[in-house]
């Protein structure tokens, strides 16, 4: 099964399209995630944020506690250790995160729910790092796009005016060291959907990561170095009416030698312009899609993150 995920280089991209939107496209049906080999963004702007993100995690209690907005759903700042969960866990998840958000242009209509990421003056470079990282992901995703929109029989540009605002988040991850193994077969991320349009994911340091194929077994996703993981969210699959799916994925806790090794990762979630109506395009209903209700990017995220338990109401 390992064959699924197979990696897509990106040098196709500009001379053969429509072969590496195939490839693509095909990677999504099948397992809902693809491997990206050969991708554009520079080693040394991904070092760099991974390294501030470390320092940033290395960081007193107290301190990180100061960029925590629970009031605001925790999309912008720090989210401290055992705060998120899976749709419909009652266990936390076994991890801390950060969140850098777009900047907006000054007079953007979005400013009014979106806020500004807070500044950290006690990492040098913290800053001017992660943004950099986020606007390298940011424009490789709606490249991506392009892709899927050739797949998908649409105009090359047809996300283009769709994702240029969107609420895309870059999350900066921390799994912790693990002082006592947890038992075999657990979870540091409980099984989940993935909320927006695509998911852009580095490989992690640390194993872990593990996909839900459609005939119930658990496919391992360990992507060699220097690829991006690339997965379908539940906007994408709403979208799609079903046929690029949302799959299903979780990171396990590590084996026992492993467990002393903290895990990072820095998963980009793509989303749409908040006021895009999400409904299922005709094409994909003629292959046997399924409709769901229509409903605004903003508000199906907010019904999500209630679920997800980053917004508590």
Not at 57 to 67: A, G, S, T, V
Not at 130 to 141: L, N, P, Q, S
Not at 209 to 214: C, D, I, M, S, Y
Not at 254 to 268: L, V
Request: hydrophobic share 40%; net charge negative.
């Amino acid at each position: 099964m390992t064959d699924f995920f197979k990696p897509i280089s990106f040098q196709q991209w500009p001379d053969e399209k429509a072969a590496f939107a195939d490839a693509l496209g095909r990677s999504f049906r099948e397992t809902g995630f693809a491997v990206i080999s050969d991708h554009p963004i520079p080693q040394g702007i991904i070092d760099r944020a991974v390294n501030a993100s470390k320092a940033f995690f290395e960081l007193p209690e107290e301190i990180k506690e100061k960029y925590h907005d629970a009031a605001g759903g925790r999309q912008r700042g720090y989210t401290p250790f055992g705060t998120e969960n899976a749709k419909g866990a009652k266990a936390a998840d076994l991890k801390e995160f950060w969140h850098t958000g777009r900047a907006l242009p000054e007079d953007s209509p979005y400013r009014a729910t979106m806020k500004q990421t807070p500044a950290v003056p006690e990492v040098e470079e913290f800053d001017e790092a992660t943004r950099d990282f986020y606007e390298a992901m940011d424009a490789f995703g709606a490249q991506l796009l392009r892709a899927v929109a050739l797949h998908l029989g649409l105009p090359e540009t047809w996300f283009d005016d769709k994702v240029q605002y969107g609420n895309s988040i870059l999350r900066l991850l921390h799994y912790p060291p693990q002082a006592n193994p947890p038992p075999q077969g657990t979870v540091r991320a409980g099984a989940h959907e993935d909320i927006n349009v695509i998911t852009l994911l580095l490989g992690a340091e640390e194993a872990g990561l593990q996909a839900l194929h459609r005939s119930g077994e658990w496919l391992d996703v360990n992507p060699p170095a220097g690829s991006l993981v690339i997965n379908c969210g539940d906007m994408l699959q709403r979208l799609t009416g079903g046929v690029l799916p949302s799959t299903t994925h979780r990171v396990l806790n590590p084996a026992p030698e492993r467990s002393r090794f903290p895990r990072y990762s820095t998963p980009f979630f793509l989303h749409f312009n908040q006021d895009v109506l999400i409904e299922a395009l005709p094409q994909c209903l003629e292959e046997g899609g399924q409709a769901e209700p229509p409903i605004t990017a903003q508000d199906y995220l907010m019904e999500r993150l209630r679920e997800i338990g980053l917004i508590r109401s």
